[in-house]
């Protein structure tokens, strides 16, 4: 095996494991009602679930995103959120998607001394922030099962009514 493959696979299971241990750093953190580092948690979570995308986009290290802000910028520019997601989360929640990432991106600089905002060290944001990564999961797991399904169908190994049958099903996907 290659020192690049393996490489590869290092960093991929490297961020899969910072989002795990972020998420279960934020529900300790949570519970002990340390509402601020339950959010500076759960966006550095949000960080390392988009790292995992920027990773299988881009190869090279020099073409990947260095902070968060460029991560969110990226993941609607790429569209790595499904449109019918971001027509859901329109209908449904007040403000969009991306001013929200950002305004997590916003709240996890209060790490930095000049930037912290006592306001947001509350159980309420953290469960905003919260509902907000969760979703993004499910964006972003509902797009790579659909990434996979068309990798298979260009490849030959399901027929075109197997794909147009599962997509029919992805269409009629309730959020």
Same mark, same amino acid.
């Given at each position: 095996?290659?020192?690049?493959?393996?490489?590869?696979?290092?960093?991929?299971?490297?961020?899969?494991?910072?989002?795990?241990?972020?998420?279960?750093?934020?529900?300790?953190?949570?519970?002990?009602?340390?509402? &601020?580092?339950?959010?500076?948690?759960?966006?550095?979570?949000?960080?390392?679930?988009?790292?995992?995308?920027?990773? @299988?986009? =881009?190869?090279?290290?020099?073409?990947?995103?260095?902070?968060?802000?460029?991560?969110?910028?990226?993941?609607?520019?790429?569209?790595?959120?499904?449109?019918?997601?971001?027509?859901?989360?329109? !209908?449904?929640?007040?403000?969009?998607?991306?001013? @929200?990432?950002?305004?997590?991106?916003?709240?996890?600089?209060? @790490?930095?001394?000049?930037?912290?905002?006592?306001?947001?060290?509350?159980?309420?944001? @953290?469960?905003?922030?919260? &509902?907000?990564?969760?979703?993004?999961?499910?964006?972003? !797991?509902?797009? =790579?099962?659909?990434?996979?399904? !068309?990798?298979?169908?260009?490849?030959?190994?399901?027929?075109?009514?197997?794909?147009?049958?599962?997509?029919?099903?992805?269409?009629?996907?309730?959020?």
């Amino acid at each position: 095996m290659s020192r690049k493959h393996k490489s590869k696979r290092v960093y991929l299971k490297k961020m899969a494991e910072a989002a795990q241990f972020y998420r279960k750093e934020a529900e300790k953190c949570y519970k002990a009602r340390a509402y &601020f580092s339950a959010l500076v948690a759960r966006s550095c979570e949000l960080e390392a679930l988009l790292r995992l995308f920027d990773f @299988v986009e =881009n190869i090279r290290p020099k073409d990947r995103c260095q902070n968060l802000n460029w991560l969110i910028n990226r993941a609607f520019a790429r569209h790595w959120i499904p449109h019918d997601a971001l027509r859901h989360w329109k !209908k449904t929640e007040r403000a969009p998607l991306k001013a @929200v990432l950002h305004e997590i991106r916003e709240a996890r600089n209060g @790490v930095h001394a000049n930037l912290f905002e006592k306001r947001l060290a509350k159980a309420q944001t @953290v469960k905003n922030v919260t &509902f907000v990564v969760h979703a993004m999961y499910s964006f972003l !797991k509902v797009k =790579n099962a659909r990434n996979f399904m !068309k990798h298979l169908h260009e490849r030959g190994e399901i027929s075109d009514a197997e794909y147009r049958k599962w997509m029919k099903g992805q269409e009629s996907m309730a959020w």
